[in-house]
């Protein structure tokens, strides 16, 4: 399906439910989250494991995608999980998965229509010309620092913490799960790194900093085993650079989720957000192996 769509923006803002409805395993746990500002359904997915018996042993992951407006590449990589999942009726583990494949609905579809590099999500603010609000600038934990307060900002952070319908309705649909989960992925694109938090900070350490570390590098190396792509493995403030608000910090720093982690994907720089269509299955080929030895060595512990 994947392949024969590509990135439509169909799949994802109009069809995504009814691609669902015909994976009998999925649809039953199909649910929206909430309403983007312009009222799109938020879509979460629950994929429970093959083994139900262990899954409260195992405990859960979190995939969100699609934050981003312009990072197409992202909502692509989840839903090839997805695919994954119902498929080869391939739980990892005895993980439950759930997965967010489009955060920003509003947004991606305004890239497709409008402007290919829109960011924010569509609010419209008291500035015309300038809407939308960073939806990774939103998040209350260290909420303002790295981020802009200005409106017509790429990153905006929005009025206050949570003022978007999008990062509320995430907000809420992790705290009801926060006590199962265990990893945290945010997809993001580009630049092939693996960020670990802090984000907001470059003179703290994050609580299991060195944990973070080795089992990010698990993914890395068994991401680079596909393809031979290379992911670093990279502190966010440190080694990009300093943003408070995002998803990451919030789900270690307020939730106490242990493994939280920024994915951007391909590529390095060369086409950037335009990515050509024909990364979108060898790229989410190797995050598909990254993430399963990730959780198999987080499920070790
Ligand atoms: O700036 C971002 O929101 C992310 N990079 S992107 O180019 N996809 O926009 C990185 C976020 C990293 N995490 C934190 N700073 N907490
Ligand atoms: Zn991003």
């Given at each position: 399906l994947l392949q024969e769509k590509g990135v439509s923006r169909e799949i994802?803002?109009?069809?995504?439910?009814?691609?669902?409805?015909?994976?009998?395993?999925?649809?039953?746990?199909?649910?929206?989250?909430?309403?983007?500002?312009?009222?799109?359904?938020?879509?979460?997915?629950?994929?429970?494991?093959?083994?139900?018996?262990?899954s409260e042993e195992a405990g859960a992951v979190w995939i969100e995608a699609g934050i981003h407006a312009r990072e197409w590449i992202s909502p692509a990589v989840a839903l090839h999980i997805l695919k994954e999942l119902v498929q080869d009726n391939g739980s990892i583990g005895n993980f439950d998965v759930y997965v967010v494949p489009m955060a920003n609905p509003d947004g991606y579809n305004y890239s497709f229509t409008s402007d290919r590099l829109w960011r924010k999500n569509r609010r419209i603010t008291s500035q015309p010309g300038c809407g939308?609000?960073?939806?990774?600038?939103?998040?209350?934990?260290?909420?303002?620092?790295?981020?802009?307060?200005?409106?017509?900002?790429?990153?905006?952070?929005?009025?206050?913490?949570?003022?978007?319908?999008?990062?509320?309705?995430?907000?809420?649909?992790?705290?009801?799960?926060?006590?199962?989960?265990?990893?945290?992925?945010?997809?993001?694109?580009?630049?092939?790194?693996?960020?670990?938090?802090?984000?907001?900070?470059?003179?703290?350490?994050?609580?299991?900093?060195?944990?973070?570390?080795?089992?990010?590098?698990?993914?890395?190396?068994?991401?680079?085993?596909?393809?031979?792509?290379?992911?670093?493995?990279?502190n966010s403030a440190g080694d990009l650079y300093k943003a408070s608000g995002a998803t990451d910090d919030w789900a270690k720093g307020v939730l106490g989720v242990k493994y939280t982690y920024t994915l951007e994907l391909r590529d390095e720089g060369m086409s950037g957000f335009n990515l050509d269509p024909s990364h979108i299955v060898p790229c989410s080929e190797e995050v598909w192996e990254g993430l399963k030895a990730l959780l198999y060595e987080i499920s070790k512990e």
């Open positions: 994802l803002v109009e069809d995504l439910a009814t691609f669902l409805e015909d994976h009998e395993r999925l649809s039953k746990r199909l649910t929206s989250i909430g309403k983007s500002f312009e009222n799109r359904d938020l879509w979460m997915v629950h994929v429970r494991p093959n083994d139900p018996s262990d939308g609000v960073d939806l990774n600038r939103n998040w209350d934990f260290h909420y303002g620092v790295g981020a802009s307060e200005n409106e017509c900002s790429e990153v905006y952070r929005g009025s206050e913490p949570f003022s978007e319908p999008e990062t509320k309705a995430l907000r809420d649909a992790m705290t009801k799960v926060k006590d199962q989960l265990k990893v945290v992925m945010s997809l993001h694109s580009y630049g092939q790194q693996l960020l670990y938090p802090w984000g907001y900070t470059k003179h703290k350490t994050a609580p299991d900093t060195s944990d973070l570390i080795a089992r990010g590098k698990v993914f890395a190396d068994a991401a680079k085993s596909v393809h031979n792509t290379v992911y670093k493995v990279v």
